[in-house]
Nanobody, 130 residues
Framework: QLQLVESGGRLVQPGGSLRLSCAMS????????IGWFRQAPSKEREAVSC????????AYLNSVKDRFRIGRDNAENTVYLQMNDLRPEDTAVYYC???????????????????????WGQGTQVTVSS
């Protein structure tokens, strides 16, 4: 059974960096598209970044594309999100999600809406504050 476990969230000062990890167990990473989403209080869950591990296609939310980097470690079956120059508006619970990549073949690679993902981790809190 597919399981996703996030880690790495904590309190960090503005301008700081964090690396979130999403460990997937039960199935090979390259069968899925993996997305990082975030949800702040009273806001809708939004896609931050996503990756297709089979060909390394990536996509980013405009507000993070110059600050965040998504990557994968196939040996560890893990996707990470390197977040630099963090801002208070990045504060949210961050989730990783997975969907079978064959569902996302149409059109240019993009992250899709969170409702298109079937598998979710429990989330990790990122707080950016001085």
């Amino acid at each position: 059974q597919l399981q996703l476990v996030e880690s790495g969230g904590r309190l960090v000062q503005p301008g700081g960096s964090l690396r979130l990890s999403c460990a997937m167990s039960g199935v090979p990473l390259n069968l899925f598209v993996i997305g990082w989403f975030r949800q702040a209080p009273s806001k809708e869950r939004e896609a931050v970044s996503c990756i297709n591990p089979s060909d390394n296609s990536t996509a980013y939310l405009n507000s993070v594309k110059d600050r965040f980097r998504i990557g994968r470690d196939n040996a560890e079956n893990t996707v990470y999100l390197q977040m630099n120059d963090l801002r208070p508006e990045d504060t949210a619970v961050y989730y990783c999600a997975a969907e079978v990549r064959l569902r996302f073949l149409a059109g240019p690679f993009h992250c899709h809406h969170h409702t298109d993902y079937s598998h979710w981790g429990q989330g990790t809190q990122v707080t950016v504050s001085s």
